[in-house]
Every structure is written in C-alpha cells, then in structure tokens.
C-alpha cells in the first residue's frame, strides 16, 4: 500500500525506469536481509521496507508505453502470465524448501539456517534478476516526450527500431524529431536536460520535487475530466480486493476447519482407567482424550504429547522429564506430588485443576507460544499451488479476448460470473471440493482482474498514469485487509456468511464496471 503511492507518483516525475529500478532494490534488498534477522521485530520491519519495494504501478505503465495501440491488450495480459507463473515459482518452492509438518518444523528451527531463511533468499532472486535486465533497458519514450525530452526520447524509438529489425541490418528509421507526438500535460519539465543527469543529488533533487508535486497531480484524480472514471475504478477495485483477498484467507483456513474436524472425530478415548507404577519412553501420544484416569507412579520420559487432553484426571508422584506439547491440556484435574523436569508444560496448560506439592525444574526455554506439531503444511502448499496455476489459463484465454472483447465487458461478464459461482460455497464440505471451488474461481475470477489492471493503465494520461495506478492500488490494499479480517471472523460461521459476502460484493463490482468508458483504443 505505502509502495503503491510512493513509487507511483516518483514514476510520473522521475521515469518509469529508474522508479522501478529503486523500488526493486529495495524489495530485494530488503527481502534478502529478512532471512538473516535474529528476532520477530527486525523480521517484521525487513518485510515492511520489502513490500514497500512493490513497483507493480510503474510495471504496467512502463511496459504499455513501449507496445503498440493494437496489441496493446494482448501484450499486457501476457504480462500478467508473469504474475502468475511467479506465485506457481513461490508455491514450489515453499513446497520444495519448507518442511511439511509442524513438528519438522520445529525440529528444522533448531538448525542455524533454518529452512524458511533459505526459501526467502530464493524468492528474492527473482527480485536481483529484473534489476540486472531492467538497467540495460531504456526509459519509456512515452514519458520522455511528456517531459520535452524529444531528444532522448528520439534515441530510444531508433533502438526500438533497430531490435525490431535485427534481421533487416540495412532497415533504417524514417521518422524525424518533428513528426513525433507532443506532450499532453499542461506543464513541460524541462529539469531534465541531458541523458547524463542520473547522479545520487539529481535523483535526491526530483525525489523532493515528486514530493511537493504529489497533492496537485493527486487532486487531479478527482477533478474533471479523471473524477467519474476514478470513482468507478475505486470501486470495482475494492469490489474485487475485499472479495478475492478475503476469499483467499477462507479457502486455506476452511480446509484446516476441515481437517481439524476429521482428526477430533478420530480421537481415541479412555475413560475411567488406572495407570500404575508403569514407564513411557521415547514414544508419543496422538490425539487422545482421557476422561476421569488416575496416574499413580507413571513416569513420562523424552515423551511427545500431541492434541492430548486429561479431563478431570489424576496424577499422583508421577514425572514429567524431556516432554514436549502441543494443544496438550489438563483440565479440571488434580495433581499431587508431581515432577516436571525440562518440559514445556507451562501453566496455561492447566485449566482449573487442583495442585498440591508439585515441583517444577529447568523448564523448556524458548517461545511458550502453543505451537501446533498437527499443522500439515503439504495441504496449504498443493491448495495454493493448484489455485496460482489455474491462473495461468484464465490469463491466456483472457490474452485472446482482451482486445476483441474490450475490457469493460471482460471484465463485467468475469466478476459476474465470479459472483454466481461464490454461491457453490455453500456446498463445500471437503478438502478436494474445495481445492477444485478455487481452481474454478481463480480461473474465471483472473480475466476480470487482468481487465480492471489494464483499464486502469489505459484510462489516465501519461503525466498522472503511476500516480492514479498506485492510489487506486493502495486503496485495494486496505478493502484486502478489512476482507482478510472479515472472511477470517467467518472461518467458524455457517457457510452461506463468505457466500453471500463474496457474491453480493463482487456483483456490486460487476455491475459498477459496466459503468467504465472503454479504454482499448485509447491513445496513451
């Protein structure tokens, strides 16, 4: 969100190129240093300054001044296969990297370089790649005569010229400086002068220059002839984000509910026993329920107790050594003459039980937190996996109808339909049902949203383009957060709740869309 506003309106005052080159230093930069912080806050912090280093605005500004009206559509919706094949590239690699069970997990973090340090470095690469490419490309010609840079922007259509014709070495390039387009804004920059100008100062220099300039070209967004057109774009854009970022927290979370279900239904039960005098070593307990079992004398040593629960027990000189929990609570129990030795039974672990003499010694050091060893990562990892290549698809056939279709209706018919299928939520009720409900939803949700990204490109003029793609970017973020927090809140609710959120929202959307001027023959 801060990223989107930032590097958005440095590109409309200091070049899609050397915004976007700044913006992915810094993610990646940032994004490297995450995996080498020590502590929870230094982590967090690495991450904010990495997401700021989003420069998705520029992306598509840059890449549409360079491609032809014609193909225009078609161009940027390959784009967006990027997208998509670089979430399938994190979802294999999580797969491939990350251990896929909670207590792997725990027994990886013990290593010095434990193995999500190393599946962020990984999805940094990336990042290192497209500076190293992106700073042998040109400046966007586009921007370049919207500064009164005719000269460079000359230089830069002759290298375009010369790729394009590489096959043809004796082509040369008929158009003059005369003949080429004039800039549209109502103030020519002439700060830049001179391709040289690309020391730290000047850069320092239109940095400041952006920032004082960011309200005026800000409140052009909201001023005739841009306010109609960026109404209904802020709303089909938060439409689409509250109810894609929400659902995209149900589906993962739905199928834990799922599963956590299955294995409560599974638990096995012992009722009213007697365990005496006897010794567990070296073993487990998984998901066991004992109701009203007296322990007298039972000695737990290097013992793991996972989703156990001693309901109103007793245990009488017993001892605890080298045990490790997870979901493990004793409840309404009573407790006499026990020894806990190196654990991390910690007093949460005891709800309203009876304790009288027990001795605790060298308790287990680390994070109390109630880490859970029953998390199966391999279903959240082939969930998003399947979900990010579905993607892939829904972009290529949207590549083929974007520009014969146009975007508005695209993109209405997509979040249309998207708000039809939301009403199959209601009959999911197992973990395939809904991996294949998301497969189908992302597929036709995708051509929508590539739609609204490059409508949103196409609709505003060079000098404010990055600007009014990162507000309206940004602002997505927030409909995002509030539709993680409310789709998060519906995880325990009946079905019909996310059902009837994600369709009523997503027809608002759809219906507002319909609303937009079309934009694939737009001069840019």
Not at 93 to 121: C, K, N, Q, Y
Not at 219 to 229: D, R
């Amino acid at each position: 969100m801060i990223g989107a506003i930032i590097w958005g309106s440095l590109s409309d005052n200091v070049g899609r190129r050397r915004a976007l080159l700044s913006a992915l230093l810094v993610n990646a930069l940032f994004g490297i240093m995450t995996a080498f912080m020590p502590t929870y806050g230094n982590f967090i912090t690495t991450r904010l300054c990495s997401g700021i280093g989003g420069g998705i605005p520029i992306v598509f500004a840059y890449y549409c001044e360079f491609v032809t009206q014609a193909e225009r559509g078609r161009h940027l919706s390959w784009l967006l296969v990027f997208w998509a094949v670089g979430g399938v590239f994190t979802a294999l690699m999580a797969w491939i990297i990350i251990p896929r069970t909670g207590l792997t997990v725990v027994l990886d973090e013990e290593h010095h370089f434990s193995s999500w340090r190393i599946f962020l470095v990984v999805c940094s690469l990336p990042s290192f790649g497209a500076v190293i490419g992106l700073y042998y490309m040109p400046e966007s010609p586009r921007f370049l005569l919207e500064k009164g840079r005719e000269v460079e922007a000359m230089v830069v259509y002759k290298r375009i010229f010369k790729w394009n014709n590489a096959h043809n070495p004796g082509a040369e390039y008929q158009l003059s400086e005369l003949e080429l387009p004039t800039t549209t804004s109502t103030h020519r920059n002439h700060r830049h002068t001179s391709p040289n100008h690309t020391s730290a100062n000047t850069f320092g220099a239109d940095i400041m220059h952006s920032l004082e300039q960011f309200w005026g070209v800000f409140f052009q967004l909201f001023m005739p002839p841009y306010f109609k057109t960026t109404v209904l774009l802020l709303i089909v854009w938060l439409t689409c984000s509250f109810g894609f970022y929400g659902l995209s927290v149900w589906f993962p979370e739905y199928i834990k509910l799922l599963k956590s279900e299955e294995y409560e239904k599974n638990a096995t039960i012992v009722d009213d026993d007697v365990i005496l005098d006897k010794v567990f070593n070296n073993t487990s307990f998984e998901n066991i329920h004992y109701l009203k079992t007296k322990f007298n004398n039972v000695t737990f040593s290097n013992v793991l107790f996972n989703h156990v629960l001693f309901l109103n027990c007793t245990f009488v000189d017993s001892t605890f050594t080298n045990v490790r929990t997870s979901r493990t609570y004793f409840r309404y129990s009573y407790l006499e003459h026990n020894t806990f030795i190196d654990t991390d039974i910690y007093d949460y672990r005891f709800d309203h039980c009876e304790m009288k003499n027990n001795t605790k010694r060298s308790s287990a050091p680390g994070c109390s937190l109630d880490f859970d060893y029953n998390i199966h990562y391999k279903e959240v990892f082939q969930e998003n996996l399947i979900g990010q290549l579905t993607m892939i698809p829904g972009t290529l056939v949207t590549s083929l109808l974007m520009d014969k279709l146009g975007r508005v209706r695209i993109m209405s018919i997509s979040m249309a339909l998207s708000s039809v299928a939301a009403f199959f939520i209601w009959f999911l009720n197992s973990k395939i049902g809904v991996i294949v409900f998301e497969a189908v939803f992302n597929f036709i949700f995708i051509s929508g949203w590539n739609a609204l990204d490059i409508t949103t490109t196409e609709a505003f003029p060079t000098n404010i383009r990055t600007t009014a793609y990162g507000f309206l970017s940004a602002a997505s973020r927030i409909a995002g957060v509030m539709g993680t927090l409310c789709f998060g809140q519906f995880i325990y609710s009946s079905r019909a709740i996310p059902m009837l959120t994600t369709s009523a929202v997503l027809l608002i959307g759809s219906i507002v869309s319909l609303r937009l001027k079309e934009t694939k023959d737009n001069l840019l």
